[in-house]
């Protein structure tokens, strides 16, 4: 056992108990449990104690609390992370779910401040009244949190527009691993220096812990046109998607769902009518001021139907809008019919890719046996390739983790990278090497220095550890890097 986990025991456990209470300490490991995975179930990591402070200044003495005794931490929102980023191997997880607060909206500056544990979607309707919403909106954003979404860059369908999260935080509080506490950013614009908030925002948990975090808020648009399109041929859907871009027309999204995925979409509770003999459907949404948006939808349509599209259906109103979208973002969950298991990937390749690319992980799907269901984010090239199998199969699984390192390559070798919006976590550990030379590994290495020296935030994650000096220190990351 590293010395670093032989510290976390019952004297532990009794210091952060006197912080924020017996209660909100979880030291049994029957109790942590339900702390050994993340929203990908491949990864089973169970910390040695949990806590779960209710408070900023609870937060921030957690963490002197660790940094006087050396013990390494990982902070975890609601969980919902695709990569293995929020698991603690044997460490200390701090919970941020109760920091649930909305701490001040400014309408007229299109502003809000809020703590780690908002949820996404929860905020978006606290400033539904005033004409404002919150604009990235992953598929998770019902029970995702907005400091979950800061660690991992979140992104989600409505981003092709108005972009991911880092597009949207201006400044952020933040305790640092040595319990140190600075502000990064400026509400009131932009600082003269380094652009910390922008190093913040995606470092998945390895930098610190933010206490809160000012976002944009963004308009309401005058109106919304929301349309789906059904092609018989999943190329065709795909070129669709290059020439409704080409235009110049922007979406506010444009979102490709398989037949696999269209099936067990239909199959579930979250049915949307999407047509089930159809290959592929596209679920595109335009929006902005009323006059000249019918003419974009009328392009968009043509576009399709002389792409090939056997239909083109547009909402007629606000309740059939809302149920087109919720097939689409309870997708991966209406994916529990088709096996116990799913592999989420998350990898992005030029859009004039996408039909070589899709047909390519068809053909890897098929050599391993394997079943793929595609819904992605298609405006932006960023696919969700997802494996359906079978854990308790050694067998499957291990032609599931050789099919995922060979589409992963593929998408690399089109043009790709390895992560849109899911991040690293421990997921895609391996690939990193694939798309970044050792000098810039390095470089991040460096960078993680400045925040954690001691390499005690969310040790053995996002950097391969052998680049790093923790890689002599987390031999639980080396044993995940092998068994990938």
């Not at 670093?4 to 209470?21: C, F, M, P, T, Y």
């Not at 990864?43 to 200044?57: E, N």
Request: aromatic content about 4%; hydrophobic content about 45%.
């Amino acid at each position: 056992m590293p010395p670093s986990v032989a510290k976390i025991n019952q004297e532990l456990a009794d210091s952060l108990a006197a912080i924020v209470g017996d209660r909100r300490v979880l030291f049994r490991p029957s109790e942590l449990l339900t702390y050994a995975s993340d929203g990908l179930p491949s990864y089973h990591k169970q910390p040695g104690l949990a806590v779960f402070p209710g408070a900023r200044d609870e937060v921030v003495a957690i963490v002197r609390e660790l940094a006087r005794r050396k013990v390494p931490f990982v902070p975890r929102g609601a969980g919902t992370g695709l990569s293995g980023g929020a698991l603690a191997d044997g460490v200390v997880l701090i919970g941020l779910n109760r920091l649930s607060r909305i701490l001040s909206v400014d309408a007229e500056n299109g502003l809000a401040i809020v703590e780690p544990g908002v949820v996404n979607v929860a905020l978006s309707r606290a400033v539904a009244a005033v004409g404002l919403h919150y604009a990235p909106d992953p598929s998770s954003q019902a029970a995702c949190t907005i400091g979950g979404n800061v660690a991992e860059n979140a992104g989600g369908p409505h981003c092709l527009k108005y972009g991911v999260t880092t597009n949207h935080v201006v400044a952020l509080t933040v305790v640092l691993p040595d319990g140190e506490v600075v502000s990064l950013g400026n509400a009131d614009g932009e600082r003269e220096g380094y652009d910390l908030v922008g190093a913040f925002v995606g470092s998945e948990g390895c930098f610190g812990i933010a206490l809160d975090i000012t976002v944009r808020l963004s308009r309401n648009p005058e109106a919304v046109r929301t349309l789906l399109a059904d092609f018989m041929s999943i190329d065709e859907a795909a070129r669709a998607v290059s020439a409704i871009v080409a235009t110049g027309i922007i979406p506010a999204a444009l979102e490709m769902i398989d037949q696999a995925t269209i099936r067990a979409v239909e199959s579930s509770i979250y049915a949307a009518g999407y047509p089930t003999d159809a290959a592929a459907a596209l679920l595109i949404e335009v929006d902005g001021a009323a006059t000249g948006l019918e003419h974009d939808v009328a392009t968009i349509e043509a576009l399709c139907k002389n792409g090939g599209a056997r239909t083109v259906r547009i909402a007629r109103d606000e309740t059939e809008r809302a149920r087109l979208w919720q097939g689409r973002k309870k997708a991966f969950g209406a994916m529990g019919r088709v096996s116990s298991h799913l592999v989420v990937q998350d990898a992005v390749v030029p859009r004039t890719r996408l039909p070589d690319v899709l047909a390519e992980i068809h053909g890897i799907a098929q050599q391993h046996r394997l079943r793929v269901c595609n819904v992605f984010h298609a405006g932006d090239g960023n696919l969700h390739p997802n494996i359906a199998y079978d854990a308790s199969d050694a067998d499957e699984t291990a032609r599931v983790h050789v099919a995922m390192k060979e589409i992963m390559t593929a998408c690399v070798r089109a043009g790709g990278t390895i992560t849109g919006e899911h991040g690293v976590g421990l997921d895609k550990l391996p690939y990193m090497e694939l798309i970044f030379s050792s000098d810039s590994l390095a470089a991040m290495c460096a960078l993680r220095e400045v925040f954690d020296p001691d390499r005690r935030a969310n040790p053995g994650k996002v950097v391969p550890v052998h680049s790093c000096r923790e890689w002599h220190a987390a031999p639980a990351a080396r044993r995940a890097v092998a068994t990938v």
